[in-house]
């Protein structure tokens, strides 16, 4: 199982919907989480962290399963500016100090 | 901005050549890690550097290295290029070496392509 999996998409929505991500982890001692976004040819930007059972800011929730060792992304009434990468992140509990990011979901938003 | 910096912001190679990337860390922060991202993947942590000490690597073989200077700005260095090594290489600050709570601030990237 690889440490962390995310469904590649792409997820084309139309503006104004609702859409998830999931992403799962086989690291069960990982205590910590985070939702980077990252914009075609650009650097990864920290969107959320999730420390407990979830997390909302505005129009985006996170929530994790840690029996299920399970995240997910919602973003609500999509935005055409929400059109990016959403990349899955767990931080390293052993040694190494690394992030370590799954392949991303891709999602369009369309008019 | 993140006042993470990279160069060059691009850079063509060839087989066999070595190449050096720069970073320099956001102000305060004292950690840097390196991340290579190929086409299509999430990034792949390549190595971290606290206070000028290697604090932790990946799987990348020993032609992948590094060095922190006491400003704390970073190198990483790659020998002998192969054509897979063809990716976005991304610096990241923190304020501490330890991420499971701190956020990382990349930087731009660099855009490397092995010919």
């Known amino acids: 199982r690889k440490e962390v999996e995310q469904d590649p998409g792409p997820f084309n929505v139309p503006e104004g919907a609702t859409v998830a991500f999931n992403c799962t982890y086989s690291?069960?001692?990982?205590?910590?989480f985070f939702w980077y976004r990252q914009d075609c040819r650009k650097e990864p930007k920290l969107l959320m962290s999730?420390?407990?059972s979830g997390n909302e800011d505005g129009r985006f929730t996170a929530q994790l399963n840690r029996a299920s060792q399970y995240i997910s992304l919602l973003i609500r009434d999509s935005k055409l500016s929400d059109s990016a990468t959403y990349l899955c992140v767990v931080p390293n509990t052993g040694g190494g100090n690394k992030l370590t990011f799954g392949t991303g979901t891709q999602l369009k938003v369309e008019l | 901005e993140t006042g993470v910096t990279q160069s060059p912001t691009h850079l063509i190679k060839t087989r066999g050549q070595q190449v050096t990337l720069r970073c320099s860390s956001q102000s305060g922060h004292n950690t840097v890690s390196w991340y290579q991202q190929a086409l299509g993947q999430g990034p792949q942590f390549i190595f971290q550097y606290y206070r000028e000490e290697e604090n932790g690597r990946g799987n990348f073989p020993p032609r992948f290295s590094g060095l922190q200077f006491p400003n704390y700005s970073s190198e990483l260095n790659v020998n002998a290029l192969e054509l897979d090594d063809s990716a976005l290489y991304l610096c990241?600050?923190?304020?501490?070496?330890?991420?499971?709570?701190?956020?990382?601030?990349f930087g731009p990237g660099t855009r490397l392509t092995v010919l």
């Open positions: 690291n069960s001692a990982s205590q910590s």
């Open positions: 990241a600050s923190s304020p501490d070496r330890f991420t499971v709570y701190n956020e990382q601030f």
């Open positions: 999730v420390y407990s």
